[in-house]
């Protein structure tokens, strides 16, 4: 089922050998349950679509799904995608939610994006007498592995390993000794913070400040001013998302100060701007990740969107796509039947070998072993950053 790719191996042939692996042997559809019958293969797909975040989760799926069905589809049948954009909102993530578990021919969902959401969302997916599983490519709150649920699974990284990469980073390769943290008062903001300063402190560094925000902030000049007048700090960390970010880099700059900036995963996207150079970024996910698998995903992925890169958003949605072809390959296409095939994705089944790496679930639907990446921003561009 894994497939091994050779040196010599083309972008086109990598992707016949993937889709092969997985679609080589037609399926019996369940014959009772939500999911069964129909003339496509239905799967949500939900996350913050109108902001500049859920932009690569989307074209990630599409991009699967258009290999998939041109490939001949699983079992003969096409694999049909129903968006939903939930804005990164708990109550339109519980909306929406309802919406596809009351929606007969859908068999999963990909999703939602953020933490928050996800969490929200966990019981109505978690339905007792038919649960349907949701896989997150990006949700990353630890609180997920605590009240997921079985039903509820991710492809990406913790925020204990984002706040770990990052605090070892700013200490063992930035040579950082002080840290000053801006944290949005959120899932994802939290966890974040709070694992980088257990890490942090544990090498050996002091935090001089740690600030939660939320989005209605006015302005963060009154943090920056006063960690100025403090003495500043060598790195600030930023847990939040792409907007704070950018707020907080033209603050930084107005007031001259020298720190260097770190931020988590929430903030990708903010080096199209041009205005985030030298940034540090955590991420499950790079584009510049050179095995051959990530690449051929880089090259169909901008081939069919006018030359954009794609983010961990868009390479996770991808792997997720595949993920479930697989399982309903393999067990048919009843909601109860492919959450128990994920549930021993890599024990009783082979692992996933994705564009993101080897996937094996553990026992709360988290993967096991996904490593994070610091990268910086050069160009317009995120590049793994030097060790």
Not at 98 to 116: C, K, P, Q, W, Y
Not at 252 to 263: F, I, K, Q
Not at 341 to 359: C, D, F, K, Q
Request: include cysteine.
């Amino acid at each position: 089922m894994a497939i091994t790719p050779g040196p010599t191996q083309t972008d086109s042939g990598m992707i016949r050998r993937h889709l092969a692996s997985i679609l080589l042997v037609p399926f019996a559809l369940a014959a009772c349950g939500h999911g069964a019958g129909g003339d496509t293969i239905v799967i949500g797909v939900t996350g913050p679509f109108s902001q500049p975040r859920g932009v690569s989760m989307k074209a990630g799926a599409e991009l699967a799904r258009d290999e998939i069905n041109k490939a001949g589809g699983i079992g003969g049948k096409q694999v049909e995608l129903v968006f939903a954009d939930d804005s990164a909102s708990n109550d339109a993530a519980v909306r929406i939610a309802g919406e596809f578990r009351d929606n007969a021919r859908m068999v999963a969902v990909i999703g939602h994006l953020t933490s928050g959401p996800t969490i929200a969302a966990a019981p109505i997916y978690n339905d007792v007498s038919e649960p349907m599983a949701l896989i997150s490519p990006s949700a990353s709150s630890p609180l997920i592995t605590e009240d997921g649920g079985r039903a509820v699974f991710r492809v990406c990284p913790t925020d204990f390993a984002h706040g770990q990469a990052l605090a070892r980073h700013a200490r063992n390769v930035l040579r950082a000794r002080t840290a000053a943290i801006l944290y949005e008062n959120d899932a994802y903001g939290r966890g974040v913070s709070a694992n980088f300063v257990n890490d942090f402190r544990q090498l050996g560094g002091t935090i001089v400040s740690e600030d939660p925000y939320n989005k209605s902030i006015a302005s963060f000049e009154p943090y920056l001013r006063r960690l100025q007048q403090r003495g500043g700090a060598d790195v600030i960390i930023i847990a939040g998302v792409r907007d704070g970010a950018e707020r907080i880099l033209a603050t930084r700059d107005s007031l001259r100060l020298t720190s260097t900036v770190m931020a988590g995963d929430g903030v990708i996207g903010i080096e199209a701007t041009g205005r985030a150079e030298g940034l540090f970024v955590s991420s499950a996910w790079l584009a510049d990740r050179p095995d051959a698998r990530s690449q051929a995903f880089v090259k169909a992925y901008r081939d069919a969107n006018s030359g954009a890169s794609p983010d961990h958003r868009g390479a996770g949605a991808y792997d997720i796509i595949y993920i479930l072809a697989r399982a309903i390959n393999e067990v048919g296409a009843d909601r109860h039947a492919i959450v128990e095939y994920l549930e021993g994705l890599g024990t009783t089944s082979a692992p996933y070998e994705g564009v993101t790496g080897r996937i094996i679930f553990d026992a709360e639907g988290d993967p096991k072993e996904k490593p994070v990446a610091v990268g910086v921003v050069r160009n317009r561009g995120i590049v793994t950053a030097g060790q």
